[in-house]
C-alpha cells in the first residue's frame, strides 16, 4: 500500500497562491500518474487537475488557467500550483496516486 502525503494548505485572501505537495512513501509510483481532488463542505468530491504518467495534464474548467500542475521525478512530488485564488476554492484538498491510493488531504481556505 503507498502512503500519499498532501502539504500547503493554509488561510490566503482571494488573488492568492497556494502550493500543494503530494509525495508517495513509494517514490516510483508518482511516475504512474496522480491527480488532485477538492471536497468543499457539504459536497462531492470533484476533480481538480491530473498528470499523466507520459507527463500529459489536465484540468477541470474551473481551475483552467489558474492552477498548473507539476512533477518533480527527483523529488517524487507533484505540485499543484494554484494562483488566482476564489473563495468558491476552499475545500479540502486530495491527492491521488493512480490507481487508488488517496491521501488525507489538506485544506485550503480562500477569504473574500
Known amino acids: 500500500q503507498v502512503r500519499v502525503v498532501e502539504s500547503g494548505g493554509g488561510l490566503v485572501q482571494a488573488g492568492g497562491s497556494l502550493r500543494l505537495s503530494c509525495t508517495a512513501s513509494?517514490?516510483?509510483?508518482?511516475?504512474?500518474?496522480v491527480a488532485w481532488y477538492r471536497q468543499a463542505p457539504g459536497t462531492q468530491r470533484e476533480w481538480v487537475a491530473n498528470?499523466?504518467?507520459?507527463?500529459?495534464?489536465h484540468y477541470a474548467d474551473s481551475v483552467k488557467g489558474r492552477f498548473t500542475i507539476s512533477r518533480d521525478n527527483a523529488e517524487a512530488t507533484v505540485y499543484l500550483q494554484m494562483n488566482s485564488l476564489k473563495p468558491e476554492d476552499t475545500a479540502v484538498y486530495y491527492c491521488?496516486?493512480?490507481?487508488?491510493?488517496w491521501g488525507q488531504g489538506t485544506q485550503v481556505t480562500v477569504s473574500s
Open positions: 513509494i517514490r516510483s509510483a508518482i511516475r504512474n500518474g
Open positions: 498528470i499523466l504518467s507520459e507527463g500529459s495534464t
Open positions: 491521488l496516486v493512480l490507481p487508488s491510493s
